[in-house]
């Protein structure tokens, strides 16, 4: 059977991490910094997986394990952000994240 | 060769879905392009060998995560962005940071490309729900304790949802909306 090269697989992953990055860098709406994190995270179980795939026997699938927690986190980490956001949202009325600047005053 | 022409096509769409997240102005098109990379990083995963681990990607992530994120876009209905500037000062830097790091993992991985030891095993078991729950429950000496795990993780998501809960309701204590809420 024929598969797809691991340094291809490493360097979608890469690139997808990389936009995901520079999305929460860049961005500064809240809702596009969470989704920047969910494709940092998807970025990341990619890698784990293609390297789970080097592996043989019982390692493959314990590497192919692995990404499932980290989807828990991932969910976790969503439904604690959202909350935040709309915790945020309530108290100051914007998303923007130039406008958070009360420690600074 | 078919696998190849299939990871082009499924990339080639994960990455314009992705930078489309970062171009993107309303969260809504944002979503549905994260969607989009989801979905086809769903397919990179089948491709190799990894059945389950697709089915979870579109069913926790491009399923469950994003209806929530889609819906509380949808519930705050201002949250347009406000076309603020992405190629200020800071946001060339964050460009710059995030295509460095990317260039210098990209680097990285390219030098794989020769070395033998690091290819993808094709002797590898497949990742299908037999033998990732057989991993995951299994009771043998040389299971590495996964079942344990998966129970600290159901208490971490059970943790979140009263986290959400309580973060999301602290608005009702306050006396604007209890007197609302009075008659």
């Given at each position: 059977?024929?598969?797809?090269?691991?340094?291809?697989?490493?360097?979608?992953?890469?690139?997808?991490?990389?936009?995901?990055?520079?999305?929460?860098?860049?961005?500064?709406?809240?809702?596009?910094?969470?989704m920047g994190v969910e494709l940092m995270l998807n970025a990341a179980n990619l890698s784990f997986l293609s390297w789970s795939r080097v592996q043989a026997g019982a390692a493959t699938l314990e590497g192919q394990v692995a990404p499932l927690f980290s989807i828990a986190i991932a969910a976790a980490e969503a439904c604690v952000g959202l909350a935040m956001l709309l915790a945020v949202f309530r108290t100051r009325e914007t998303l923007d994240t130039d406008a958070y600047s009360k420690m600074k005053e | 060769m078919i696998a190849q022409v299939y990871f082009w096509i499924f990339a080639?769409?994960?990455?314009?879905?992705?930078?489309?997240?970062?171009?993107?102005?309303?969260?809504?098109?944002?979503?549905?392009?994260?969607?989009?990379?989801?979905?086809?990083?769903?397919?990179?995963?089948?491709?190799?060998?990894?059945?389950?681990?697709?089915?979870?990607?579109?069913?926790?992530?491009?399923?469950?995560?994003?209806?929530?994120?889609?819906?509380?876009?949808?519930?705050?209905?201002?949250?347009?962005?406000?076309?603020?500037?992405?190629?200020?000062?800071?946001?060339?830097?964050?460009?710059?940071?995030?295509?460095?790091?990317?260039?210098?993992?990209?680097?990285?991985?390219?030098?794989?490309?020769?070395?033998?030891?690091?290819?993808?095993?094709?002797?590898?078991?497949?990742?299908?729900?037999?033998?990732?729950?057989?991993?995951?429950?299994?009771?043998?000496?040389?299971?590495?304790?996964?079942?344990?795990?998966?129970?600290?993780?159901?208490?971490?998501?059970?943790?979140?949802?009263?986290?959400?809960?309580?973060?999301?309701?602290?608005?009702?204590?306050?006396?604007?909306?209890?007197?609302?809420?009075?008659?």
């Amino acid at each position: 059977m024929d598969t797809v090269p691991l340094f291809q697989l490493q360097i979608l992953s890469a690139i997808l991490f990389a936009a995901g990055l520079a999305t929460v860098l860049v961005r500064r709406n809240l809702f596009f910094v969470l989704m920047g994190v969910e494709l940092m995270l998807n970025a990341a179980n990619l890698s784990f997986l293609s390297w789970s795939r080097v592996q043989a026997g019982a390692a493959t699938l314990e590497g192919q394990v692995a990404p499932l927690f980290s989807i828990a986190i991932a969910a976790a980490e969503a439904c604690v952000g959202l909350a935040m956001l709309l915790a945020v949202f309530r108290t100051r009325e914007t998303l923007d994240t130039d406008a958070y600047s009360k420690m600074k005053e | 060769m078919i696998a190849q022409v299939y990871f082009w096509i499924f990339a080639a769409i994960a990455v314009a879905c992705a930078f489309s997240v970062l171009a993107s102005r309303h969260p809504i098109n944002g979503a549905m392009a994260l969607i989009g990379t989801m979905v086809s990083l769903a397919g990179v995963y089948s491709l190799i060998a990894s059945p389950f681990l697709a089915t979870l990607q579109i069913l926790v992530y491009a399923g469950a995560i994003m209806m929530l994120v889609v819906f509380v876009i949808m519930v705050l209905n201002s949250a347009k962005d406000h076309y603020t500037p992405m190629l200020d000062g800071l946001g060339a830097f964050g460009f710059v940071i995030a295509a460095l790091i990317g260039v210098l993992v990209a680097r990285v991985f390219v030098g794989l490309d020769g070395k033998a030891s690091v290819k993808i095993n094709p002797s590898a078991p497949r990742g299908d729900v037999e033998a990732i729950s057989k991993t995951l429950f299994g009771s043998g000496m040389h299971t590495g304790g996964w079942a344990l795990l998966f129970l600290a993780i159901g208490l971490v998501l059970l943790t979140a949802i009263v986290g959400a809960v309580l973060l999301a309701k602290r608005h009702l204590d306050t006396a604007e909306t209890s007197t609302e809420g009075g008659h």
